[in-house]
Each structure stands twice: as C-alpha cells, then as structure tokens.
C-alpha cells in the first residue's frame, strides 16, 4: 500500500473521530472474525499489517505454521452506524498473508480473488447479486428461540409485520455503509424476511453478505432480536435460501445478452448454464454447508432441488428471469445464507467457466412446474436432483476435479473434514424426535 493511501486512509479516520478499529475476515465456515485495536495502531496495520494465530480459527493453520498477517484492504473501510457516537467504530476487510508474504491458501476471500483472475484471462469480469432471507425470532433470557416475533406473510404490512422497524434500521445502516438497497420485504413465513441490495462484482458482493448479516444480528439485538441465517430453523415451513444472481461481463457489455440467440441468450450464457448444471452437485457441498442445509432442500416448499433451467420458471434450479440487454443474468436457486459466499461464488464462476470453456450445452429448459412431475416423469425428462445429504454432496464435491482446484487442496481437505466431524456429531446425537417417536414405545 502506497504511502500516499496510507495517508488518505489516516486523514479520513481522522476526520470521521474514528477511536476503534475492527480488522475483519471470515474462517473457512464463513463466520466472521475479528480483531479490533486503538486507531493509534492504524497506521501500523496499514502499512506491516498485524500478526494473529491462526491456528485457533476454523479450517486455517495447523499449531506448526500458525503466524498470519492481516492487511486491510483500504477499499473496504466504513462506519459501524450503529455504535456510539463517543466512541465510534470503524472496520477494514483483511486479506490473509502466510509468513514470507505469501496469500494464505485457506483464506475465502483469497479463493474468489483468484478464481476472478482466471475469469480475467478470459476477458470476464463476474458480477452477481445474492438475496439474502432471514428469520427474526424473540430472545428469551438473552437466548435465542425460535418463538416468532411476528405472523406476517409475503409482502404484509405493520401490523402483519411488527418487524417493520427492524428492517429499517437494517436498510438505513446499510445504506450508511454503501450499500445501493433495492428493496425489503416480509417473507412468506412468520418471521421471515428479505433485504435484497443491488448486484455488483463479486468479490464486492461477497463482502456485502458477509456485512449484511452481522449487521442485522447487531441491530435485532438492539431490540431483543434474534436474526437467524438458519437455513431450516422450523420444520413444516419455508427455509431461507440465498438465491444469487450471475452473469459475465466482457469489454464493459454484458456478455449473457445476444438478440439473435435462443430467447436473446449468447452461447456464454447458455454454456455459463450448463456448467453450472453439470457441477450442481458438487457445489452443493459449498453453497449449502451444514446438516441443516438439507432439510430446507427438499420438496415442497420452494427450495429447488432439480437440476434443471428455465427462462421463467421458479421450480428450476438455474433460472433466467425476463429481463434482458445489461440485465441479462442467470439466478441460481439453491444457496442458502449460511454458505461462505466467497467459496460459493468461486464454486458458481468455476462451474460456469468450465461450462464456457468445454462449450456445454445445457439440456432443453424445463417450464413447466417440476413440483407436479412425479419420479417416473421426471426421469423421462433427465431431471435428476440434487443431493439430499450433506454427505453426499460432500462426496460428489471431492470427486470433481474443477471444483476441487477451484478451491484448492487446503480448502478441500478442510471442507471434507469439517463435513465428517459434523456428519458424525449428528448421528452420535440422540435427538427430540427420536425420544418422542420411541420412548414411550418402547
């Protein structure tokens, strides 16, 4: 970093009566983390960046090889509008340094930058815009429940939706923090809410989901709020997904848009569709994490789980919604917000890469509702679906070579790991239903 930014950087903290500052990065698991120091140690931050253990985060170094270096990334620094005017915060997104220098292999943020460099060989610039739902449940003796805070339904008002005031500060701190919000909303589900903000380059929309959840946890606890990112939380109900929108640039024009080509779609696009869909189980892996990522990808409520395309269709895994010349993109449907959006943003270019590359062919899109096809007709069609376990797309994810050097042999051995531990932790796990089912039985 430049002397001269350097400078820009401290003046600017100055001016702003910044006293704390919050170095910030996300584990493998995409939990953020932190570090905060005196703004008296900015300018060391700036210029050497600050050494932490790693050893003790999530998916990164062994005890060995445990010294790391955070240096901010200057076009990341923001306000904290919620903290207190006396003693005002202000935070940098770090990237993650080895010793001698060197980016760390384990860092997220590390694996979208070069997967966008890759794209960049290509002449591609990436841009994708994720929408984010989430639940806000009451606290309970300062604990999380899942007791709702509200009976609200798809678009309701106040007094449907007495979260009404949440979303507000939510969007006004956003908006602070350079944020372009298009529009929030209330959920299908009680409790349930979307706050979608405007697409852009990836690795900034990365940043943005990362910041976006911590400042929605901050701001319903101000009010006795729990916001949860959970993608299943109650069962019987919709989960909340994080559907993210895609789409390649080239030379400043989007590069999805041909007004010649099948429904105004460039060979770029529909290759960029079939790639996704020949690596849509292995992505699954990284875009839904958690054992609990699977009881929200299951029929019937809303979640896609054929690996299909559609020009309009919502049942589809891969959609294309209408609109076209710039805004020509492709919504893939499965994610869900407790993903690393930066691993799944790699996986997602990677995926569409190989698809441009290996000039893939989607199958013919599918639109009509999926939902309504029985086993027999879906087979009959090619639909296959996605996978049903966290363990399965866990073995379809460490069987494709494009992902796994997409993400690296650091990440993958984390991510196969962390899917055993959690795999054995919850069949090890006596669970309510079990007791409830069998107990008095038996």
Known sequence: MSSDVVSEILERIEGDLIRF?????TDILGQPKNAAIPVQQVEKALTDGIWFDGSSIEGFARIEESDMLLKPDPQTYT????????????????DIYTYGGKPFEGDPRYILKKTLADAAKLGFS????????FFLFNLVDGKPTTTFQDYGGYF????????????????????QMGFEIEMSHHEVASSQHEIDFKYGDALLTADRVITFKFAAKALALREGLHAT????????????????????????????FDPKGPKQLSDTALHYI????????????????????YKRLVPGYEAPVYI???NTNRSALVRVPAARGSSTRAEFRSPDPMCNPYLTFAAMLAAG?????????????????????????????????????????NSCFMQDQVLCKAMGSHVVENLDRIAQIETDAFRLTVHPWELDRYLAMY
């Not at 500052?21 to 990065?25: A, C, G, H, N, T």
């Not at 990436?126 to 739902?133: A, C, D, I, K």
């Open 126 to 133: 990436f841009n994708t815009g994720p929408e984010l739902e």
């Open 308 to 310: 299909s395309w559609s």
């Open 353 to 393: 890469l190989d698809g441009i590359r290996k000039k893939i062919d989607p199958p013919e899109s599918t639109d009509i509702n999926i939902y309504h096809l029985d086993a027999r007709e879906r087979e009959k069609l090619g639909i296959e679906m996605l996978p049903g376990s966290l363990m399965e797309a």
């Open 274 to 293: 079939g790639g996704l869909l020949t690596h849509a189980k292995a992505i699954t892996r990284v875009a839904n994490p958690t054992i609990n990522s």
């Open 156 to 175: 309701d008002l106040a007094p449907s939706d007495a979260a009404e005031d949440v979303r507000r500060d939510i969007d006004t701190a956003l908006t």
């Open 229 to 256: 990112f959970m993608a299943k939380p109650i069962g019987g109900i919709n989960g909340s997904g994080m559907h993210t929108h895609g789409s390649l640039a080239k030379n400043g024009k989007n590069a999805f």
């Open 79 to 94: 306000i904290l509008p919620w903290r207190s005017e006396d003693a005002r915060v202000a935070r940098f997104i770090c």
């Open 21 to 25: 500052v919050r170095l910030q990065f």
